[in-house]
């Protein structure tokens, strides 16, 4: 996990062999050419007041109460307690939260018969409590204060308080599973969660019913997440295969390329979006945290995530985008012809503005970095054949000067646009990830978990939570596009070249210009050439 977190924040993209990433050239921006009205984020953030995303407490991951199920009369559903009378150790400011003992927090969180906490802060603390705890032992926590306060399984309680208890229990049980489900990969999680829902089911048959759709849910996204995993090492598998095949049989002829698959940006475009949002619904809220973990100052144990890892989503997810990357330099690299070189080029120019129109920003990036690798830019006497106006646009709008200034103003846009959208088609908003990544990164990096007095410092686990309860939305769109299982099989498996392997295809394409360069090429050939 070092290692994945020290290439990502150190190198988001792929270098240009130029200290800056991209050349900022100050075109006027105006993405499409073609006549097809399609709506654009450009057009939104034109059109529509591109005011940011509502960071409102109530944009945060919200499961339905369980009125369907259950009787809930006097239910709270959506208030939680601001007062300070309330549990000691929570302080507020203008009935705001700010901060607490850990203590005093896990208390906040368990429902009691007149109480129910808000889902906003069940979603930041469960989020967020891993920083200081095992989740298995904060599940342990709520156990011992549901049972041992509520008398949950005790034949002498009184029936008509444990009648009230039960359902917020179950509520509060059902928010757990559906928004942190890989939690519960841990045996210890689950010892848990039998226990007590064991004690809630020995009562009346409804709460029966009510505990067993509440694991049958929580195992089916077990399966579903371990099913996802299986199939990644199979497309890995495959793409490792392939790759094997052509080290074997070099020769380009054997090699299909991606405008013999589709000749269509727009399709492609599409195809990469179905990618994305599949790849971006596995990722669990806490693995933005987990990654970041460190030891807590007050804790003598090691760090909450050094023994276990529950998921590895995000980490697949960036991969994803090394492999687009390396894919486009790919295809640039491998065709013998210039003419044929600078017209694949051309293509994922233009496979990258549909990205952007479509609020596919990562796989947009991803197709930037794979051209702007040196192998790809070295390549002077294809790019001399290349229409770049269009380019020089995509490059300025993903300029990373002033904080990526550009592509969060198109981002503001698209964000917009999903938030007032007709349809399914203008939801999609898939962010350049790994500038995701580094902004949770710096927020938790900036501001101390712990205030001087030991508290947890809440104010900032609330903006942690608004971060990542917007991923949240995004990644629960559904992608309106028709699969093509062709064009997806192509993207997933294709043979992409490791950076030595795309010198060596460059240096074939356009001969060394200098000495290091020669020297370099005979260095590849020697080395490449000899393992075939």
């Known amino acids: 996990m070092a290692k994945f977190l020290s290439e990502l924040l150190g190198c988001t993209l792929a270098d240009k062999g130029t200290p800056v990433l991209f050349e900022c050239r100050n075109q006027p921006l105006g993405l499409r050419t073609s006549s097809k009205q ?19 407490p109530d944009n945060m991951p919200q ?29 507020y400011h203008d009935n705001n939260l700010v901060s607490g003992s850990l203590e005093a927090l896990i208390h906040h969180l368990v429902p009691t018969v007149d109480y129910y906490p808000d889902r906003t802060y069940i979603f930041t603390f469960l989020l967020s409590s891993r920083l200081f705890m095992h989740p298995y032992e904060l599940m342990s926590k709520v156990c011992h204060l549901c049972m041992e306060q509520q008398r949950l399984g005790d034949p002498q309680a009184d029936k008509k308080r444990v009648r009230k208890i039960t359902p917020k229990i179950l509520q509060l049980l059902t928010e757990w599973t559906e928004t942190f489900p890989y939690d519960f990969r841990d045996e210890r999680m689950m010892r848990s969660l039998k226990e007590l829902t064991h004690r809630l089911a020995s009562g009346e048959e409804v709460y029966r019913k009510a505990v067993g759709q509440l694991s049958q849910g929580l195992i089916r996204r077990l399966t579903v997440q371990s099913q996802y995993e299986e199939a990644l090492v199979k497309i890995n598998a495959t793409a490792a295969e392939r790759l094997a095949a052509l080290k074997s049989k070099p020769q380009a002829s054997i ?15 599409q195809q990469l979006t179905h990618i994305e949002l599949e790849r971006l619904s596995y990722i669990g809220p806490e693995e933005f945290v987990q990654a970041f973990v460190q030891k807590d100052p007050l804790d003598n144990d090691k760090s909450c995530y050094s023994d276990r890892k529950k998921a590895s989503n995000l980490e ?33 120019i233009d496979v990258a503005r549909e990205c952007f129109n479509i609020g596919n920003f990562n796989s947009l990036m991803a197709i930037i970095s794979g051209m702007n690798m040196s192998p790809v830019s070295r390549l002077k006497k294809t790019w001399s054949k290349v229409k770049t106006a269009k380019f020089d646009i995509l490059e300025h709008q993903m300029d990373p000067s002033s904080n990526f200034y550009n592509y969060r103003t198109a981002l503001r846009g698209a964000t917009q646009r999903s938030i ?37 410092n809440f104010e900032k686990f609330w903006e942690l939570a608004k971060q990542v309860s917007e991923f949240m939305t995004w990644k629960k769109v559904e992608c309106p596009f028709e699969k093509d299982r062709k064009i997806l099989q192509y993207l997933l498996t294709a043979p992409a070249f490791t950076e030595d392997a795309l010198y060596l295809a460059s240096y074939e394409s356009e001969g060394p210009e200098n000495n290091m360069e020669k020297d370099r090429w005979k260095s590849l050939r020697s080395t490449l050439l000899s393992r075939v």
């Open 63 to 91: 499961t339905p109460p369980l009125t369907g199920q259950l009787n809930c009369s006097g239910y709270n559903k959506n208030l939680y307690q601001t007062k300070e009378e309330g549990y000691p150790g929570l302080f």
């Open 38 to 56: 399609r709506p654009t984020i450009l057009v939104t953030l034109t059109n529509e007041s591109a005011a940011p995303y509502s960071s409102r």
């Open 255 to 269: 090699q299909r390329d991606m405008l013999s698959i589709c000749s269509d940006p727009f399709t492609v475009a």
């Open 420 to 456: 007032t959208a007709n349809s399914s088609r203008e939801k999609i908003v898939i962010p350049f990830f790994s500038l995701l990544i580094k902004d949770i990164y710096f927020l938790n990096e900036g501001c101390a978990s712990r205030l001087p007095d030991g508290h947890i």
């Open 316 to 348: 697949a997810y960036v991969e994803w985008f090394n492999r687009l990357s390396y894919l486009v330099a790919t295809e640039i690299c491998m065709p013998v012809k210039k003419k044929h070189r600078a017209r694949v080029i051309e293509f994922f």
